[in-house]
């Protein structure tokens, strides 16, 4: 049995190909299938079943297309209301793909429906494909479907869990698609796993715990924000998602461009931070092209808000639109690329201030701005500081502490978006360019 690892670094998600050297299964493909293809192709194996764990809730699933393409059969919860033809699935089914077995397990948790499939081929370890259930070292956060769901599904949660663990040998080797990063997890053990079950059993916080309530209890407590644009997820791929379209946007010139911006719609410029801090046209919206590009514009990003991009160059926008493709985010309305001063040579130009935290040390009694999220803030902040994180701040700027703000995050990205925003809004803001864990070494006073 061979397992290919397809990694989405953006969203913290995996998808896999299992295959036995002829004939493979997709689990949980991403929208952009061609990475999936040429895979394939490089294995010189013929995709021919693709298997949803869930309905996905932070992006759009490529399954649909990728079965159109190939002609494979889509494997799917039975008890899922899926707007499209597929083949149905329940606990106890089992399918047979080349010499590979493909059990069915209903795992209830991350979802009510949700399935984790177990692949075997005779003599060796099998594999388990787990979603979004047992994740390693933690499980599948519970609150994504109703909140007032949590707790019945962080139930069904431990217990699918412990039925997995208890029906699979110590060398299985389990496969999660989330829980790399992805807002999809929730509390995670200090443990590394080696992604064998049995090494599982001592480090996942579900199968460690000894108490179902308790278990239960720390789970919701320790559930945080997730982005916005997760509620727009469930019901694109409900209703099977569209193939991606990675066209070109239209070429936006310095005219229309001054028109979008007098509008208020979302100019995203994607260079690095610093250099958005240094210069950037006036009325933009500074978010870095880096690996939370997609997760922080989805989250904060008015649904259905026209948003053009710019960029250096026109790598840098493809980038951009198949990042964006994933979470539904389709078809900018426009970009440009080529640089500032191509963009608009003419136009008012803006800039702000960047300190790291031993500069802010320096600085009698300055107003800081926390942007994290609040089990962060509850974790240690800087004493007397604001709290309003990032997600929240278009809905509180009217929260925002006057004169000079010192704006800070973890490690510098959401910080910068936020002073964008702050600077569109007319507010007079400094980035504060650092990792939080050096504001305790710059001598700045901590609260617990």
């Known amino acids: 049995m061979n397992v290919i690892t397809i ?41 021919t079943h ?30 899922e209301p899926l707007r499209f033809d597929y083949h149905a699935v329940s606990d106890g089914d089992s399918v047979d793909i080349g010499s590979m077995r493909v059990e069915v397990r209903h795992t209830p948790g991350h979802t009510p429906h949700h399935l984790s499939y177990v692949v075997t081929i005779e003599g060796e370890a099998p594999a388990v494909f787990t979603g979004g ?9 519970t609150d994504l479907i109703d909140p007032e769901s949590t707790d019945e599904l962080a139930h069904a949660q431990y ?56 278990f239960v209890r720390e789970l919701v407590a320790g ?41 208020g719609e979302w100019v995203v410029d994607l260079r690095n931070r610093r250099e958005f801090a240094t210069s950037h046209i006036s009325g933009t919206i500074g978010v870095e092209l880096a690996g939370g590009f997609s997760t922080y514009l ?14 250096d160059s026109r ?38 201030d960047v300190v790291t935290f031993t500069e802010l040390g320096d600085i009698d009694s300055p107003t800081v701005l926390d942007t994290r999220r609040k089990g962060e803030y509850a974790a240690g902040h800087l004493d007397g500081s604001t709290h309003i994180p990032l997600h929240e701040l278009l809905g509180r700027l009217d929260e925002v502490p006057d004169g000079l703000v010192h704006v800070h995050c973890q490690s510098g990205y959401r910080a910068s978006i936020a002073v964008s925003l702050l600077d569109r809004a007319g507010h007079d803001a400094v980035l504060i360019d650092d990792s939080f864990d050096n504001a305790a070494d710059s001598g700045i006073s901590l609260a617990d």
């Open 223 to 263: 559930l945080d924000a997730f982005p916005k644009y997760y509620a727009q997820m469930g019901p694109l791929n409900t209703a099977g998602a569209t193939a991606i379209d990675l066209s070109p946007p239209a070429e936006v010139d310095p005219v229309e461009l001054a028109r979008r911006i007098h509008r």
């Open 159 to 214: 217990r699918s869990v412990h039925a997995l663990a208890d029906s699979l040998p110590d060398d299985a080797l389990v496969y999660p698609t989330h829980g790399f990063g992805s807002f999809c997890a929730s509390a995670s053990s200090d443990m590394e796993s080696d992604g064998t079950l049995g090494t599982e059993r001592r480090a996942n916080i579900a199968l460690t715990a000894t108490d179902e309530d308790a």
């Open 133 to 141: 259930s047992m994740l390693y070292g933690t499980v599948g956060r």
């Open 298 to 311: 989805g989250w904060l990003l008015p649904w259905g808000m026209p948003v053009t991009l710019l960029a």
């Open 50 to 79: 693709v298997a949803e764990t869930h309905v996905h809730n932070d992006y759009v699933s490529g399954g649909l297309t990728l079965c159109r393409i190939t002609g494979a059969t889509y494997l799917h919860a039975a008890a």
């Open 315 to 352: 790598e840098e926008i493809t980038e951009a639109q198949e990042q964006l493709a994933r979470i539904g985010v389709d078809r900018p309305t426009g970009a440009a690329d080529g640089g500032i001063d191509q963009w608009a040579p003419d136009a008012d130009r803006s800039s702000y």
């Open 7 to 47: 990694d989405t670094a953006s969203l913290g998600d995996r998808s896999y190909i299992v295959h036995d050297g002829t004939v493979g299964l997709v689990i949980d493909p991403q929208r952009d299938i061609q990475r999936v293809v040429e895979q394939a192709e490089q294995a010189a194996i013929e995709i």
